[in-house]
């Protein structure tokens, strides 16, 4: 079992960044496919990032490509999520979800792949 932190959440304007982290507990990180959901109000849970265990294979939701970055350092177990160039319609709760998985490689992106998540943490990107 692991339990999920986020942390780094905040009110910045149009075009600028921020730096999600999500810290995890317990021995067996590296175990995990980690992910990134993201949830705005009157709008269904919605996947932002996706990593594998090792950390080599990287998906992103196409609204977020060439803009935001995915990482993880499983000797820290944490994960990050660095977002540039933010939007308005970026505004949500940003939520670090985790599943077991034997493959080192596999990366999940259905929210319904995930058994464990965080509590969520705010973003706000003013116009």
């Known amino acids: 079992q692991v339990q999920l932190v986020e942390s780094g959440g905040g009110l910045v304007q149009a075009g600028g960044s921020l730096r999600l982290s999500c810290a995890a507990s317990g021995r067996t990180f590296s175990s995990y496919a980690m992910g990134w959901f993201r949830q705005a109000p009157g709008k269904e849970r919605e996947f932002v990032a996706a990593i594998s265990r090792s950390g080599g294979s990287i998906d992103y939701a196409d609204s977020v490509k060439g803009r935001f970055t995915i990482s993880r350092d499983n000797a820290k177990n944490t994960m990050s999520l660095q977002m540039n160039f933010l939007k308005p319609e970026d505004t949500a709760v940003y939520y670090c979800?985790?599943?077991?998985?034997?493959?080192?490689?596999?990366?999940?992106?259905?929210?319904?792949?995930?058994?464990?998540w965080g509590q969520g943490t705010q973003v706000t990107v003013s116009s």
């Open positions: 979800a985790a599943t077991p998985m034997l493959s080192r490689i596999s990366i999940a992106t259905d929210k319904n792949e995930y058994n464990y």
